[in-house]
């Protein structure tokens, strides 16, 4: 499931390619899967699972988790956020908190749960991130 999160990063946020090509990735000599495989062994990156949701129109499960980033690297894995992929336009938070880190806060994350179009499972690990933001 880590590795499916890694290439979720890249395609959404970095906007990547969907096309790995053929046969397995090589996700030791990928230099963002390795990045954050050192973050997340150090402590710099923590994955949290919140547990599981099922959209009540079409029965996909989907497991809810959280990833936390350390200012520092999250800076340097995502200097290079996109505003738009394959997929839809990238929701950012507006609060700056220093050398380009953003934090997305509580307000910005009900506000996204209540009023935007969002999958239920997305709203539903918005809401139990902001609970357990403490703990995160």
């Known amino acids: 499931m880590w590795r499916c999160a890694v290439r979720e990063y890249a395609e959404e946020f970095l906007g990547g390619s969907e096309d790995y090509g053929s046969g397995p990735i090589d996700y030791e000599s990928w230099p963002f899967a ?14 949290d699972a919140l547990g599981f949701g099922v959209d009540p129109l079409t029965l996909a499960t989907d497991l809810i988790v959280t990833v936390s980033f350390d200012a ?3 800076d340097r894995l995502f200097a290079r956020l ?3 992929n394959s997929e839809g336009k990238l929701v950012r938070a507006q609060a700056t908190l220093g050398a380009g880190s953003r934090q997305f806060r509580l307000s910005q994350a009900q506000h996204c749960a209540l009023h935007q179009p969002i999958q239920a499972a997305g709203a539903a690990a918005l809401a139990l991130a ?7």
């Not at 390795?34 to 710099?44: I, K, M, P, T, V």
């Open 130 to 136: 902001s609970r357990g933001r403490g703990a995160l």
């Open 82 to 84: 996109v505003d738009t």
């Open 34 to 47: 390795a990045d954050l495989a050192r973050g997340l062994s150090e402590g710099q990156v923590r994955a």
């Open 72 to 74: 520092p690297i999250f």
